[in-house]
């Protein structure tokens, strides 16, 4: 026992994590438009002292509807409800740098982080999916490398939207009637390739001065990137090697930026399948796999790969000599996940369905919760996570059991909080709160 | 008495509608970035049956931030807030045309009325302040009719993403493994002069169909629009007269577009300083008055007309001579409405900054519980009003004291409900749930 104090989130997917969750008969497939049960899964996730709950979004309707519940509300609204139902758990949103307008995402989030008291994270993501463009006006999904520069580009506009307010640039003297100093409020003033904007924020800065950055992008482009700015990474990893190679390389990175690399969490996503016994929860894992549909995995894996499998027989080998190594393609990072699978275990195509169908290349684990504790204290204390999120397979039993039954190990083990002991989302993680980067005394402090 | 139910929405500024609002001993400025003041609010106007909370927006900060509490946190996000801790009342929020991209406007007001069980409306704008445009990447504001031509085709668009899953696409058939009818989802394929949207939206159709669609300019372009899409109209009258040729126009406009003139409800704005005698309303009105501060009185005064009046003595007349008829600036409703009161009024510079200090053009009216009502009922009986937004000079005691005072009047005279009589923001304010356009009913009706 090292001390270490892990990270946990929950990552809320509506039904479930599995595609086919919303099969099984335990999965609330019929409350993913009420807000209450996403209350209520962030209220339990609060009571076991999570540090957040966390969502995912794109742009566009998933093209496999027809098979699976692929939609899901807007982030900003369910994270609002959230914080609206709980009072310590933070929330962390996705959304993207390529279809949003900074302006735009820099109000909301900065108002999401006042209502919630300092609750707010922004998972920053440049977004996957091609068809996304075709509903902004675009012919074509832009370049992996153009996003990211466009990406790169909009954080530091949205950096300085937010540091535009001095923490005290609100007054608020009624006998003087001087509301603001505006000496305290600055442009921004930024002109750069993809945007112009002059600022300042039409709001104070809020509580965690930013919220905290999120990053999930596991390519160079999503490497280099995250090394910048990201406070916490969402990754996915199938092995303990393949996460410390990713853990030890981003931490490198960060520091090579000039950065704590303490600053930067690394949180890989975990898909527990937990029973009694090993073989209770292989069962299990094997029940959510029975449902299934190949129509649906095809094009999940087509989506992570860019390859259209729907012709090849499902229990014949996967068919190694299709996949190409075009760059636009390989410069994903879930393309080279699945092809290491695919070297690895030499699985039939119905086979590389199933590895898949638990949580879209993140990492699946079937067993007791003293198995799964393992593998999470494993990761830990092997350089491989600062903490997890949690992506249980479906919902709400999915995350009742790893409460119930895996949290007090961890406990045990003191890996894991049984209060929280600030109130911030930077709090929970133990990140601090940067200045603004217009503050004098930021400014003193960097010359 | 005639049986005619009035509308009533809480317009919640974030103070108060005063411009001096935050300086008043009454007010609770220090409260204005928690959620907590806006939700007891709303809670407030929920007990007293209020049809909707109203919330203005736009994307840029005002320029005289120095001297008044103006900012304010995002509609989304507070309207969301609101929704959570209500049951029943409708939140009306605004959002600009010109400044967000339909397919994410789109999501966001969905999952609002989602999560609200269909109590969401949205105020539709182009956008009034000029300085807007450089936060947008853009070196100037778009012309008046350029931004109701885009305001035109983003409603067309938006209307089309909101109606793309028929009502009863989604199937969650768990044992089929059809999860939705993907015939009743459709592709909106719009392309036109501003947009080029695919779709569908990535939702299932929300419970009122589509948010109510709101609308506040009364402009020759305004009056356009909202004769086409708006279901209510929020508008600033200072005269009987005024709001009852506005009222006749706007519903004869509808009429001539083959909608039913009772589908679109006129609720001028109505700022009331309430007391026990006229004389001490008038009184309290003037300690709000006396809070004024001409540098803001006049950059306002600026903002409605977009002359600059700074360098003239304030105990002077009005300057007349300097007004132009500029042909851009003209085009908004506010400069005209301002024109009318030099006109009848003949006010000193001062005089006439109190005057557009309580509300920016919308009556103010002081007097006793009974004048008040007095006032609403003469406007709601003689063709000027369906309904209200009411707009306290300050909070939380001056919807209080309308609440406490006014509306129990109001409800002897039989002028405004004493319960809800539906769920829905459309239910209180007597208007259909629209068929989607692509549902093959509806076009057999239009056929």
Wanted: proline fraction near 5%.
């Amino acid at each position: 026992m090292t001390g270490k104090q892990l990270h946990l989130n929950l990552f809320i997917y509506p039904d479930g994590h599995h595609e086919a969750a919303w099969r099984h008969p335990d999965s609330e497939t019929d409350r993913i438009l009420d807000i209450t049960y996403y209350q209520e899964l962030a209220q339990r996730a609060e009571a076991a002292k999570f540090d957040a709950v966390f969502f995912a979004d794109g742009p566009s309707l998933a093209e496999n509807i027809q098979y699976a519940a692929r939609f899901r509300l807007e982030p900003i609204t369910v994270m609002t409800a959230i914080v609206a139902a709980t009072e310590r758990i933070g929330v962390i949103g996705t959304a993207s740098t390529t279809y949003t307008e900074p302006y735009n995402l820099a109000r909301q989030l900065s108002s999401l982080d006042h209502l919630s008291k300092g609750r707010a994270g922004w998972n920053i993501v440049t977004t996957g999916a091609a068809n996304a463009a075709l509903n902004f006006g675009l012919d074509a999904h832009p370049l992996h490398r153009d996003r990211y520069a466009r990406a790169e580009e909009y954080v530091e506009v949205i950096t300085k939207l937010w540091d535009s307010w001095e923490d005290d640039a609100v007054v608020a003297d009624r006998e003087s009637g001087v509301f603001a100093d505006v000496d305290k409020i600055h442009r921004v003033d930024h002109s750069g390739r993809f945007f112009k904007v002059r600022g300042p924020l039409n709001a104070p800065r809020s509580p965690q001065g930013r919220p905290v950055y999120v990053q999930a992008g596991s390519s160079e482009d999503g490497r280099a990137f995250a090394a910048r700015w990201a406070e916490a990474i969402f990754t996915a990893h199938q092995t303990l090697g393949s996460a410390q190679e990713f853990y030890a390389d981003i931490k490198q990175r960060a520091q090579a930026q000039g950065r704590d690399p303490r600053g930067l969490k690394v949180l890989p996503g975990i898909s527990p399948f937990i029973a009694s016994t090993a073989k209770e929860a292989e069962e299990l894992h094997d029940r959510f796999n029975e449902l299934t549909q190949p129509e649906y995995s095809l094009a999940q894996l087509n989506r992570l790969t860019g390859v259209d499998l729907s012709s090849y027989d499902l229990d014949g080998p996967f068919p190694r000599e299709i996949i190409d190594t075009d760059e636009e393609r390989s410069e994903g990072s879930r393309f080279q996940l699945v092809l290491d699978i695919v070297e690895r275990e030499d699985p039939t195509l119905r086979q590389l369905c199933h590895r898949l169908a638990g949580a879209r290349g993140h990492r699946v684990v079937t067993g007791t919760p003293d198995q799964v504790a393992d593998t999470i204290e494993e990761w830990a204390e092997h350089g491989a996570a600062d903490g997890f999120n949690v992506m249980p397979p479906w919902l709400p039993g999915g995350i009742e059991v790893f409460i119930e039954e895996v949290v007090p190990i961890l406990r045990r083990r003191g890996l894991f909080r049984t209060e929280y002991t600030g109130r911030t989302l930077r709090d929970h993680l133990g990140l601090e709160r940067p200045a603004s980067q217009y503050a004098p005394t930021h400014a003193k402090e960097s010359a």
